[in-house]
């Protein structure tokens, strides 16, 4: 297993690219994502079987503190949830 911080920083790293967010930003929304994944409840995070994470429940927990706080706007919180909610680029896509 990777580290989850840098997977996801490769991951925004598009919306930095794009002008999107900023390098700063992008490493608060990573610290911010990567501290509700390790404080999810049980109930947020998938188990042997269970149904896949609720991660637009993630997102909100771990994006709206910092949209509170002014460090990114709603806007750069859905286009992160969005980005975010997209399989990876290569990945594949189900189909067979």
């Known amino acids: 297993m990777g580290d ?5 920083g490769r991951r925004l790293d598009p919306l930095v690219q794009q002008g999107t967010i900023s390098a700063a930003q992008q490493q608060s929304i990573v610290a911010a994502l990567t501290d509700a994944v390790a404080n999810a409840r049980p109930s947020v ?29 709603a806007a750069q919180e859905a286009a ?10 290569g990945a594949p896509s189900g189909s067979q």
């Open 4 to 8: 989850s911080s840098a997977m996801l």
């Open 80 to 89: 992160v949830s969005t980005a975010l909610s997209a399989p990876p680029a």
């Open 45 to 73: 995070m998938p188990t042997g079987g269970a149904q896949p994470p609720d991660l637009g429940a993630l997102f909100s927990t771990a994006l709206d503190p910092l949209v509170n706080d002014g460090i990114i706007t």
